[in-house]
């Protein structure tokens, strides 16, 4: 079992960054792949990005593509999402969740986080 949680949400402007960090306890965390998510209200929980177990390969979104970076220090048990030039449509609850498979459908996620709100303001 894993456990995860998510923080570095806030409120912030347009054009602006944050970074989130997910915290991993539990089962071995360089076992998993770990993803990004997002949720925003009145809209279905979308795939933002996700990293391999080494770190060597990383898939995004197209509305993230260039904004965002994600990464991991599996020594920390942690991954990370930095999110520049943040827009008002990013606004949604952030996510992380790990997998075993890095081709794993959102919905094949094993476990996942309780969420951190991201607010961008126009």
């Known amino acids: 079992q894993v456990q995860l949680v998510e923080s570095g949400g806030g409120l912030v402007q347009a054009g602006g960054a944050l970074r989130l960090s997910c915290a991993a306890s539990g089962r071995t965390f360089s076992d998993y792949t770990m993803g990004w998510f997002r949720q925003a209200p009145g809209k279905e929980r979308e795939f933002v990005a996700r990293i391999n177990w080494s770190g060597g390969y990383t898939y995004y979104a197209d509305s993230v593509k260039g904004r965002f970076t994600i990464s991991r220090h599996n020594a920390l048990n942690t991954v990370y999402l930095l999110m520049n030039s943040l827009k008002p449509e990013d606004t949604a609850v952030y996510y992380c969740?790990?997998?075993?498979?890095?081709?794993?459908?959102?919905?094949?996620?094993?476990?996942w986080g309780q969420g951190t709100q991201v607010t961008v303001s126009s």
């Open positions: 969740a790990a997998a075993l498979d890095y081709y794993a459908r959102m919905e094949s996620y094993e476990h």
